[in-house]
């Protein structure tokens, strides 16, 4: 990028950054909500008498409403728009956590999990599909590192929040606590979010910039926008490798996300309050990566005139191999060494998943984004339902979680592969 070019940038409005940091600000919250239940497993112990195993199907319920609506999510966004479907979600996320506060029994905390999935579903595709429209591609790792960063810093301060919470008023209000934050945030999108288009106070000179394309022309300009059927997306190469390779890196994610304080409780005896604030510890680190690695540093990057093919795959690829740091956590055998090996493996991940996130938007057309945004986001749900699930039972039979572990970086394995021999080059295919 020359001077000039950078000048003109510095000079431009930056109404599309507030779009990101509202986007950012909604993963928070909705991650909040998923956390809670790790941070209320041993409550639930006491309350509903629950094993290791109900647990891991307890913490996969989530997922599998959020699984089944993913394809379909991805075709109602490509036609109603991120504003309507999001708030619709937004609202009925919040529902969901207060009927997770007042649930009677097991099986209404059940029902109300199924119904936290069914109002975050549309959550990464629907933020996929705004970065698309408000960003041009030069920015859009930062713009997506904002809001998959945030993912990470909430398990950072959600855990041992939500956990003070529950230690002086009990695991109700906690569930009830998140309930309330989630409504706030219903108001807060509804107020604010807009597609560019749509947006009054957008100016012609910001929004020329964000409509831009590969060849400097406009969406207006070429008259055109493509769409193809979800079958159609479902038989491309492209498409099948970046929802492998996503697959992976959420199934170590969400084994992180639901089983990190169990883990350093059981495997390191750690008690339950240094349980919460040292699994902050490997999530603060994963949001420095996501923002400085995946988003900030590549934009910088191909800004400057690297390769943009190159720079992302390096940081997509080198990213996930850095998850097989989990298997150092295996054989841990004191509380450093863990933190040490989880920070390395979760924190390339997330210095990936921004660099993953953008390539809908980039492998795709503008009417598909919503679709492929969406299958990617259903393999990744299939990892969230297999991770905790499969993690209960290998803890329970084995007494250890070497064997988790070690499932997990098998998979991060046929992950990196994905990305090199299906996804190849991140461009649009013909």
């Known amino acids: 990028m020359t001077q000039s070019a950078l000048d003109k940038q510095a000079r431009l409005p930056q109404r599309r950054w507030r779009i990101a940091w509202l986007l950012g600000l909604g993963v928070l919250v909705n991650y909040f909500d998923r956390v809670n239940l790790s941070v209320s497993h041993a409550s639930l112990i006491v ?25 379909p999510i991805g ?6 728009g991120v504003k309507r479907v999001g708030r619709i979600s937004t609202f009925l996320w919040s529902i969901a956590s207060f009927g997770a506060a007042v649930t009677p029994n ?4 059940f029902a109300a999990r199924l119904v936290l999935g069914v109002g975050e579903a549309p959550s990464f595709p629907a933020n996929a599909k705004a970065i698309g429209f408000w960003f041009p591609a030069k920015e859009r790792s930062f713009a997506t590192s904002i809001f998959d960063a945030a993912a990470k810093f909430a398990s950072a301060l959600g855990v041992p929040l939500i956990g003070m919470v529950l230690l002086l008023v009990g695991w109700r209000w906690s569930f009830a606590f998140t309930g309330v934050v989630s409504l706030l945030f219903f108001w807060l999108f509804w107020k604010i979010y ?6 009054p106070q957008l100016s012609d ?6 409509d831009e394309g590969v060849d400097g022309r406009t969406e207006a300009e070429t008259g055109v926008v493509e769409v193809s059927s979800l079958g159609h997306l479902l038989t491309q190469r492209k498409v099948i490798g970046l929802a492998i390779g996503f697959g992976s890196y959420n199934y170590v994610f969400y084994l992180l996300l639901t089983w990190l304080p169990s883990y350093l409780s059981f495997a390191l005896h750690i008690d339950l309050l240094h349980s919460f604030l040292y699994t902050s510890v490997p999530w603060l680190f994963a949001t420095m990566t996501d923002f400085l690695i995946g988003g900030w540093l590549v934009d910088w990057l191909i800004q400057r005139g690297w390769n943009a093919n190159l720079v992302r795959k390096v940081v997509l690829i080198g990213g996930t191999a850095c998850g097989l740091g989990i298997l150092g956590a295996a054989h841990a055998h004191n509380t450093q060494q863990a933190l040490l090996w989880i920070s390395i493996s979760i924190g390339g991940l997330a210095a990936a998943a921004p660099v993953g996130w953008s390539i809908p938007s980039l492998i795709s057309n503008r009417g598909d984004v919503g679709k492929v945004g969406g299958i990617v986001n259903f393999s990744n749900q299939l ?8 993690t209960g039972y290998l803890v329970s039979a084995r007494q250890s979680y070497a064997w988790a572990f070690g499932v997990s970086a098998v998979y991060l394995v046929i992950g990196i592969a994905a990305y090199i021999f299906l996804l190849g080059k991140i461009e649009r295919a013909e």
């Open 106 to 109: 097991l099986g209404g905390l």
């Open 47 to 71: 309350s509903f008498g629950i094993s290791n195993i109900a647990f891991g199907y307890l913490s996969g319920a989530y997922n599998w409403t959020y699984a089944m609506c993913q394809l």
């Open 205 to 210: 000179l910001e929004r020329q910039y964000i």
């Open 194 to 199: 807009r597609d560019p288009d749509d947006d």
């Open 383 to 390: 990892s969230g339902i297999a991770a905790p699930i499969v």
């Open 75 to 80: 075709v109602l966004l490509d036609k109603f």
